[in-house]
């Protein structure tokens, strides 16, 4: 790409990230009110802030926004500037958004918020020795051969063997179809691993079906195939809006088998003039309960609806999560924003492996992490009742 064309491309996601935040990140950092006193840790990342999947990016945005206001209103050693860059879920635009954020003076990354845009920009912070911390960016790809990029979310495969197992060891179906989506990374690496253990476990899979970005508005086929299979299951190892016509077109024939997906179908209930009823029974695999009653869940949830009129998702606890594990890392680690990128990159990659984390996310027995990045929490399984995510447990 020319270089006068990379120019105007970082000015407009620059001015996109402006419209879609409704305020200027980079000269006020912190939309909840409070800002950093003193010195402060520069913490960036990319999100889609805008188009197709932004209810992710804006989720992220905002559960890491509440944890940076709430670190920063302690008046404590640890402060943050936070600054997020729109990428669309897009690998070109996440590159040059990762590009404006280095020139800002990044000295922590959140990495990405979906799978092709991380996987597009950890290898640039492996070479420019940046540490990452990834809320939601699932696939294995992201971490592998990059000993400075972790992830807080689950990984992909670790996803489809939790799913399978759990609808085996709950009886959940006894025919199960799968429709994934074949140009997508994140749909692909879960089903993958799911069909493996779906063999252990002694599930029987009727029906395999896939679509792409290209076909995703017409799911007859699949749905048929589905039917005529007699699946009384359907797993979806897919994003929320593919998911909800999936519902909706079986709904119109009265198909109605069960439902399982993963973490990307939780917004399903926020999809604009989807009937949300048609997602009852609807069942998914999440690190994240809105409705649990620990009083730091409350509390999260409780800012969050006042600050934003809308329940959050696992994105944006895991987001949250993410700011308040680095607060944890720098503090036992004992940095100090002084100290360059490189020098924090050596400390995170020494310290994450060591702490024990106690979050918002996973089942509570504490987050911890290996060495290659990846993370060790349980994911909860959760069905939506009366327009509402309810524990399955």
């Given amino acids: 790409m020319k270089k ?29 009110g409070s800002t950093a006193s003193g010195n402060a840790f520069k913490i960036g990342g990319t999100a889609p802030l805008t188009g197709n ?72 912070h492996f070479e420019d020795r940046i540490f990452a911390l990834t809320p939601s960016a699932s696939s294995t790809a992201v971490v592998e051969g990059k000993d400075n990029v972790f992830q807080m979310c689950f990984t992909d495969p670790n996803q489809g063997t939790a799913s399978a197992d759990y609808i085996a060891e709950q009886q959940l179906g006894t025919k199960i179809g799968v429709i994934y989506q074949t140009d997508e990374v994140y749909s692909v690496g879960i089903y993958e691993k799911f069909k493996e253990e779906a063999a252990a476990k002694g599930l029987e899979i009727v029906a395999e079906e896939s679509f792409t970005t290209d076909t995703q508005t017409d799911f007859s086929v699949q749905i048929n195939a589905c039917r005529s299979a007699g699946a009384d299951l359907i797993f979806l190892p897919i994003y929320y809006t593919p998911a909800s016509l999936i ?71 895991d987001a949250y999560d993410c700011i308040y594990a680095y607060k944890q890392a720098l503090e036992t680690a004992g940095c100090t924003p002084d100290m360059t990128a490189e020098e924090l990159c050596e400390a995170m990659m020494a310290t994450f492996p060591t702490i024990t984390f106690e979050g918002l996310t996973g089942d509570g027995e504490g987050i911890t992490w290996q060495q290659t990045g990846e993370v060790s929490k349980s994911p909860k399984g959760m069905v939506i009742e009366n327009g509402a995510y309810v524990g399955m447990e």
């Fill in 4 to 32: 006068s064309l990379s120019m105007l491309l970082a000015g407009a996601m620059l001015l996109g990230t402006l419209a879609g935040c409704g305020g200027d990140t980079a000269a006020d950092s912190s939309q909840g």
């Fill in 53 to 124: 999947v932004a209810i992710y990016g804006q989720a992220v945005q905002n559960g890491a926004q509440i944890a940076v206001d709430e670190i920063n209103a302690e008046g404590g050693d640890i402060q943050f500037d936070i600054r997020f860059e729109d990428d669309q879920g897009q690998t070109d635009l996440a590159t040059n958004a990762y590009a404006v954020l280095k020139d800002w003076g990044m000295q922590l990354s959140l990495l990405s918020v979906t799978t092709k845009p991380g996987e597009a920009i950890a290898p640039l």
């Fill in 247 to 317: 519902l909706t077109q079986a709904n119109a024939i009265g198909y109605a088998p069960k439902f399982f997906g993963v973490d990307g179908m939780d917004g399903i209930l926020t999809v604009q003039n989807f009937d949300t009823s048609l997602a009852e029974g609807v069942m998914l695999l999440t690190p994240f309960n809105a409705d649990a009653t620990d009083e730091k869940t409350a509390n999260f949830v409780n800012k969050y609806r006042e600050q934003f009129g809308e329940t959050p998702n696992q994105f944006a606890a």
